[in-house]
């Protein structure tokens, strides 16, 4: 029989061939490092037959599928593991999870991180055996007598969900099988390096009224050093914390009073205004005009605009007037309203409609965290209302300003295309050309990009970008998402060429995305330390006498005059302490001055890593000082 290859390629095989032959044929090495195989788009195990016409793909550890699988055989290792250990335990799930794993496990007795070295050595002497790991079926009712041998009700009530007459897939690894759709590796030895990193509670099936089961964490990697890698930035994580960060420099506070609600403080505020002065200035070079909308608006509208259909368990609801109300969860629904105001022609198209909307959504206590996750923040808004024919060219001017916002910042990204959910709204015809016109625009672009299969939102497809910070994780910000579904619920319109009346196409989109999450995502990039533009103040001025106390006054006032941001520390304190404060403060620029700087009119400079630069005249250093904050100078 032939099949094809991921290039093209045919490939001879014999019948009944399975994908591990075939990566044999192709190769030793490839035969080497495969772990898993896609025919026609599945991943599969590689033991999996192969048949006439099949289109194979061969996958490595180097590939991000390849890392799930090695990472779910672990988590079967773990598994076996702890029915050893603990022979009583009932295994729930156990699957994988960015940079790991988990498994929900019913233990008589509780467990603690102490147990994790006698769990660990178990799972090394599984890997050890090399046991290979192999897949078997049983039809739906034998799947349940089979598992009720064992006790395993958790494993019993997940088959009993499935459909009648489905087989269910099992893997079998030594004395030790696990319910499971695979794939997985060829054998356990082929595991390198994992550790078991946490403990903590989980519902079953996340439902707070059935019982807390235990859940175990670990990751694995494909070779030792990648994993110490892993850990080394996991540490460097700790350091760079934005809750602690936060505190320490004094930017925002969480309170109880308000759970899920940040409070800024004088220094976060600074903060957030540079960002939305910068949005700001962007984005009326771009062409766009800023409005901004009501915080609370009847059901009517969400009804209108399907999020109370289709995101009503996430928004805060009220009654005015003995009518339904929602605080707004999003910003578009207020931006339709505000283009039916007016009629249209093709002549104002395409309007671009930012809105710095602050929005609400009833996220779970469990999943708050300081600024990542948040119950109401600022999203950097925007709605472009076009032409079918505008579509191409309006997206690419929003991937130049969200490619320009990241770069300032530093961060490299990637991209994905996010397709239809199952949730979703609108006719085929309708995502299919939505989806289209998202590809063209990246492919007319050459912008690299992943497909995220039915990740879009529930209106329509959606680019997202993923940054990555200095320490190499990715976090997902910005997104750009066709929407050919509000316009007409909303029965939006604009006179054409021809006189006829036309529905206009909409883009949904930001750059930040939430304010306060990039905060966030800045206070860890940076450490702390920002650039001089981003910092809540620029310059401490330090001086070392009295005299020079009203020098320090003088330079302040300037540099404020100046739209900088400069204080004097004046307490009686030796300059020691006050240089120390200031380095603690991450203030980028320290000028210590004393009498012999006030008679020559110049200032000492310490800056911010580099320590003491010498000594400079004022004017010059306020030149410098401008630049940077002018020309918004990353370091």
């Given at each position: 029989m032939k099949i094809f290859l991921k290039n093209g390629d045919e490939l001879p095989l014999k019948d009944g061939a399975t994908a591990k032959d075939a990566s044999k044929a192709i190769s030793e090495g490839l035969?080497?490092?495969?772990?898993?195989?896609?025919?026609?788009?599945?991943?599969?195990?590689?033991?999996?037959?192969?048949?006439?016409?099949?289109r194979l793909e061969i996958v490595t550890l180097k590939?991000?599928?390849?890392?799930?699988?090695?990472?779910?055989?672990c988590a079967h290792v773990l598994a076996q593991a702890l029915k050893t250990v603990f022979p009583t335990c009932k295994l729930a799930i156990g699957p994988v999870i960015e940079n790991g794993f988990y498994y929900d496990v019913d233990f008589k007795t509780p467990i603690t991180m102490e147990d994790f070295s006698k769990i660990e050595a178990e799972m090394k002497k599984i890997v050890k055996a090399d046991f290979p790991v192999e897949r078997f079926t049983l039809p739906k009712e034998d799947a349940i007598v089979f598992m009720s041998k064992f006790h395993e009700n958790y494993k019993v009530e997940l088959i009993q969900d499935l459909p009648d007459g489905e087989e269910i897939s099992f893997y079998k690894q030594g004395s030790f099988t696990d319910l499971c759709?695979?794939?997985?590796?060829?054998?356990?030895?082929?595991?390198?390096?994992?550790?078991?990193?946490?403990?903590?509670?989980?519902?079953?099936?996340?439902?707070?009224?059935?019982?807390?089961?235990?859940?175990?964490?670990?990751?694995?990697?494909?070779?030792?050093?990648?994993?110490?890698?892993?850990?080394?930035?996991?540490?460097?994580?700790?350091?760079?914390?934005?809750?602690?960060?936060?505190?320490?420099?004094?930017?925002?506070?969480?309170?109880?009073?308000?759970?899920?609600?940040?409070?800024?403080l004088p220094n976060g505020m600074v903060l957030k205004n540079v960002l939305v002065d910068y949005w700001r200035q962007l984005h009326r070079r771009e062409g766009y005009v800023e409005v901004q909308t009501p915080m609370i608006m009847t059901r009517s509208l969400w009804e209108n605009s399907g999020h109370w259909e289709h995101y009503k368990d996430n928004m805060y609801t009220t009654k005015i007037d003995g009518e339904d109300c929602a605080v707004k969860p999003m910003n578009c629904p207020g931006g339709m309203?505000?283009?039916?105001?007016?009629?249209?022609?093709?002549?104002?198209l395409p309007i671009r409609m930012g809105e710095l909307g602050l929005v609400h959504r009833h996220e779970k206590s469990g999943q708050l965290h300081g600024l990542m996750r948040v119950r109401c923040f600022t999203q950097d808004d925007a709605h472009i209302f076009m032409t079918p024919e505008q579509i191409t060219e309006e997206i690419k001017g929003v991937v130049k300003i969200i490619n320009e916002v990241y770069t300032l910042f530093g961060f490299k990204y990637h991209v994905e295309l996010s397709t239809r959910p199952e949730d979703?709204?609108?006719?085929?015809?309708?995502?299919?050309?939505?989806?289209?016109?998202?590809?063209?625009?990246?492919?007319?672009?050459?912008?690299?990009?992943?497909?995220?299969?039915?990740?879009?939102?529930?209106?329509?497809?959606?680019?997202?970008?993923?940054?990555?910070?200095?320490?190499?994780?990715?976090?997902?910000?910005?997104?750009?998402?066709?929407?050919?579904?509000?316009?007409?619920?909303?029965d939006l319109e604009y006179t054409g060429e021809d006189g006829q009346k036309h529905r206009p196409i909409m883009i949904h989109r930001v750059a930040f995305g939430s304010i306060e999450r990039f905060i966030g995502i800045l206070i860890e990039h940076y450490a702390g330390k920002f650039p001089v533009w981003l910092a809540p103040e620029q310059v401490k001025v330090l001086p070392v006498t009295d005299r020079a106390a009203e020098y320090a006054k003088e330079?302040?006032?300037?540099?404020?005059?100046?739209?900088?941001?400069?204080?004097?520390?004046?307490?009686?304190?030796?300059?020691?302490?006050?240089?120390?404060?200031?380095?603690?403060?991450?203030?980028?620029?320290?000028?210590?001055?004393?009498?012999?700087?006030?008679?020559?009119?110049?200032?000492?400079v310490r800056k911010r890593g580099e320590g003491d630069i010498g000594a400079m005249d004022k004017d010059n250093f306020f030149a410098l000082l401008k630049k940077e904050n002018d020309e918004k100078i990353i370091f």
């Open positions: 035969a080497r490092a495969a772990v898993a195989a896609k025919i026609n788009g599945r991943l599969v195990d590689l033991s999996t037959p192969l048949a006439e016409g099949d590939d991000k599928e390849g890392l799930d699988v090695y990472r779910h055989t759709r695979g794939p997985h590796l060829p054998s356990t030895g082929k595991l390198k390096a994992f550790k078991l990193v946490s403990i903590a509670g989980a519902y079953w099936r996340g439902d707070e009224k059935k019982k807390m089961l235990t859940r175990i964490y670990g990751t694995a990697f494909a070779k030792k050093e990648e994993m110490d890698e892993y850990f080394q930035m996991l540490e460097e994580a700790k350091k760079r914390d934005h809750v602690k960060l936060g505190k320490e420099m004094k930017l925002f506070a969480l309170m109880n009073e308000g759970k899920g609600f940040p409070f800024f309203l505000v283009y039916k105001l007016a009629p249209h022609s093709y002549k104002d979703s709204m609108g006719s085929d015809e309708d995502w299919e050309r939505a989806t289209g016109a998202l590809k063209a625009a990246l492919d007319e672009l050459r912008l690299p990009y992943v497909v995220n299969e039915g990740d879009g939102a529930f209106y329509g497809p959606k680019i997202d970008f993923h940054l990555e910070d200095s320490i190499k994780r990715t976090w997902q910000c910005g997104t750009i998402q066709l929407d050919f579904q509000m316009p007409q619920r909303f330079l302040v006032k300037t540099m404020n005059g100046m739209g900088l941001r400069a204080s004097a520390d004046l307490r009686k304190e030796k300059i020691g302490k006050k240089i120390l404060d200031a380095e603690m403060e991450k203030v980028p620029y320290k000028l210590i001055v004393g009498d012999k700087e006030v008679e020559e009119n110049t200032v000492s």
